[in-house]
Structures are given as structure tokens and as C-alpha cells.
């Protein structure tokens, strides 16, 4: 474990539709005093912090970073603002990850948080999130993203033979799920007739297909372990965790620009997995990976995710969900939060709270039918605008 990057601390807030009584300061604040708890420690030996958080008009805050640093308890340390869309959250940790490789630092607190729930009017909010597309090639044409999302699986849906009814079951999973899952945003007892009835979006999508816009926070300490063994009082009271590789790629904003070749995939996915497949020494990633958090924006882009995370073969997805493989009890449990179809996003905690229910899911601290039990392997996904940036962490028990 001596060049390890252990996660020490974990902690976040419920992800919720509008937070009344806290703005993102404060929903940071205390999603890191809970992850500095969770590590019995103080900011104060903290060495440096990496605040995560998409967009300045959602949290009505220019240059928040700088405000953040001050909430978690960091003024004097250095703090870089991480912004990658999707991926910010995640991104946000692979920073921190390689500030510690290179001996920037011995420990790294991460922090992110936004307020996408109700903070501006809908039409507002669309806007805001169009903007994250070519904003001079596809955004005038689009619109808002359902649209290329919806021609993305509509050719998986030609070329593999994928149903409307195989990605609304995952809708139903997540949603399902997040009913256990006390930070959740809002699970909900659905059926894939009820997806299929909701409002339509950008064909075959609906909304019950689409994810959830939440507030909410999130944070996780990482450290070597000699600075856990000197730091953390918690450290040897539960197994260790560490983040044993990471993946990051990058694909072209524009879906005209893609090959025809991977136009209903995440060409970006694929090479982010294999890279973090690679460092972590997962060869087989369905038999080796227990438990996934994946960035299910759409119901159907959890389905592309199976293929491009190499947790089923291409155009498998759909077969896959319907028979509820990726479900509780499946061969790898995925969305075990209800992810953001249930669970919520608040785009720049999202990263981080996903590796939040890793990290309790490999410590066995999730209770209830949410639990993987003897869960060793997990990994994160997330992604900006259409994959454009995608970003793959593999956690794992050390020990």
C-alpha cells in the first residue's frame, strides 16, 4: 500500500429538489465536516483541496472555489477549481489522485456541490445545461440534450435491435432502488408501461427516462497511508480503501464528427475504461467488478455504459437489463444509489457522491437490500455533454 491514494473520509447531504434552508456553501461545508469526521481528523493537516462544481449560474457565484475553500476549512492551503461537466466530480478526485502521485501532497480533501434543483426557473436551467454542447454548432439545432442523446440510442436501437422497453426497465431499477437509499432524491415505485406513458422528451425518450436536476453535496479525503497512519483516527477501524486506477479520454463535441463506426457508443468510455481497467489490474471486468456507479443521465445511456465499460458484450445492453443482470443480486450491481434517475445530480457533487456509495458499498457500511455483500471492486463513470469527456475511477479493499 506504500504509493496507495487511500480514501479516508467520505461524506455528503441528501440530494434534494430544492434545499430551502442552505445555499451551496453550506451544503459543502457539511458534506466536508462529514468526511473529515468520517477520517477522525481536522482540516487542519489537510495539505490541499480540489473543489468540483459545473456551472457559476446555478450557485449565482463567480470564482465560488475560493469561497468554497474558506467553508471546508482550508483558507492558507491551495485549492484548484475542477470543472468538466458530468465529469466534474470525478474528475475533481483523479486531480486530487495525481497530486499525491506526484508528491504535491499527502492528502487531499475534495469537495463539490451545486444547486441544479430549483436555484432558477426551468427554462433557465435548460438553457444553462445546452450550453454544455457545441453552443455554436448544436446547441441552435438541438436545443437542449434529450435530442442527440435520443438519436444516439435511436441507431443502437436500429443496429442491435434495443427496445424502449429494455432502457425503461432501467429506469424502473433506479428508481426502485433509490426508495432505500435515505439521500436520495426521490425514488419512486414505477413500471416500464409508466415510463412509456410519461411525458415524451426527444423520441423514444420520456421522462421518467431523464435524470433528476438536484442541490446537494459531496467530499472524500484522499491520503497516502503514511499520512493516514499519522492522521487518521479511523483508519485502522474499518478495511482500507484505495482508488487503484483511473481513466480519463476525450471525444468530439459533435456528433456529426464522430465515425459511423461508434455513433451510438462512448468512444471516450472505452478508452477512459481501459486505461483505468489497466492501472488497476482488472482484466475481467464483469467477473472482477462487483458494484458500479454509472452516469445515467438517460436510461439508455446506462445501457450504452454496460458495453463500453466492457461489463457486457456490444449490443448486449438491452437483453442485459431486461433481465435485470445489472440489478441488486445481478452479476455486477449497478446504480446500488439509484443513481441520478433516483439518487439525483447535483453535477458537481455527482462524481464524488457516487464514489461516496462505492466506498461504502467496499467497506460494507450500506445496510438493507442496497448492500453488495464482500463487495472488493467498484468503479465510477461519468461524462460531460454527449461523452465528450469521460472520466472511469476503480476503487478497491486493500487489504
Known amino acids: ?206 421522462l421518467f427516462d431523464a435524470s433528476l436536476l438536484s442541490d446537494g453535496a459531496a467530499a472524500v479525503l484522499l491520503a497516502t497511508p503514511e499520512w493516514a497512519e499519522q492522521h487518521s483516527s479511523t483508519f485502522t477501524q474499518r478495511p482500507p480503501v484505495a482508488l487503484l486506477g483511473t481513466g480519463s479520454s476525450t471525444d468530439h463535441p459533435r456528433l456529426s464528427d464522430r465515425p459511423e463506426e461508434t455513433f451510438p457508443h462512448f468512444a471516450a468510455k472505452r478508452r477512459a475504461a481501459r486505461a483505468a481497467y489497466r492501472e488497476a489490474g482488472i482484466i475481467d471486468p464483469p467477473g472482477e467488478v462487483d458494484v458500479a456507479e454509472l452516469y445515467d443521465s438517460f436510461s439508455g445511456a446506462e445501457l450504452q455504459a454496460y458495453e463500453d465499460l466492457g461489463l457486457c458484450p456490444v449490443g448486449q445492453g438491452g437483453p442485459a437489463a431486461a433481465v435485470g443482470r445489472f440489478d441488486l443480486g445481478g452479476q455486477v450491481a449497478v446504480n446500488t444509489s439509484g443513481g441520478l434517475l433516483g439518487r439525483g445530480s447535483a453535477v458537481g457533487a455527482t462524481g464524488i457522491a457516487q464514489a461516496v456509495e462505492i466506498v461504502s458499498q467496499l467497506r460494507g457500511e450500506v445496510a438493507g437490500e442496497r448492500s453488495v455483500p464482500d463487495a472488493r471492486i467498484g468503479i465510477t463513470d461519468t461524462h460531460a455533454g454527449l461523452g465528450s469527456l469521460s472520466v472511469v475511477n476503480v476503487f478497491g479493499r486493500v487489504a
Open 1 to 206: 500500500m506504500s504509493e496507495a491514494a487511500l480514501v479516508v473520509g467520505i461524506g455528503m447531504t441528501p440530494f434534494l429538489g430544492f434545499s430551502e434552508d442552505a445555499n451551496v456553501r453550506d451544503m459543502v461545508g457539511e458534506a466536508a465536516r462529514a468526511a473529515l469526521i468520517d477520517a477522525g481528523t481536522t482540516a487542519s493537516p489537510v495539505d490541499m483541496g480540489v473543489a468540483a462544481y459545473e456551472s457559476d449560474h446555478f450557485n449565482r457565484q463567480v470564482s465560488l472555489g475560493h469561497v468554497l475553500q474558506n467553508a471546508v476549512g482550508l483558507v492558507g492551503k491551495p485549492t484548484v477549481r475542477v470543472e468538466g461537466g458530468g465529469a466534474t466530480g470525478a474528475l475533481a478526485i483523479r486531480t486530487a489522485v495525481m497530486a499525491l502521485r506526484s508528491r504535491a501532497a499527502r492528502s487531499v480533501l475534495v469537495f463539490g456541490g451545486e444547486t441544479n434543483g430549483k436555484s432558477v426557473d426551468r427554462a433557465t436551467a435548460t438553457e444553462i445545461l445546452a450550453m454544455s454542447a457545441d453552443f455554436e454548432w448544436e446547441t441552435p439545432v438541438f436545443g437542449t440534450f434529450a435530442a442527440p442523446y435520443a438519436l444516439m440510442i435511436t441507431e443502437h436501437m436500429r443496429r442491435y435491435g434495443t427496445t424502449a422497453e429494455q432502457f425503461g426497465a432501467i429506469a424502473v431499477k433506479n428508481r426502485r432502488i433509490a426508495l432505500d437509499n435515505p439521500l436520495a432524491h426521490k425514488g419512486m415505485s414505477i413500471t416500464v408501461e409508466d415510463v412509456r406513458r410519461s411525458v415524451p422528451l426527444a423520441d423514444p425518450y420520456r
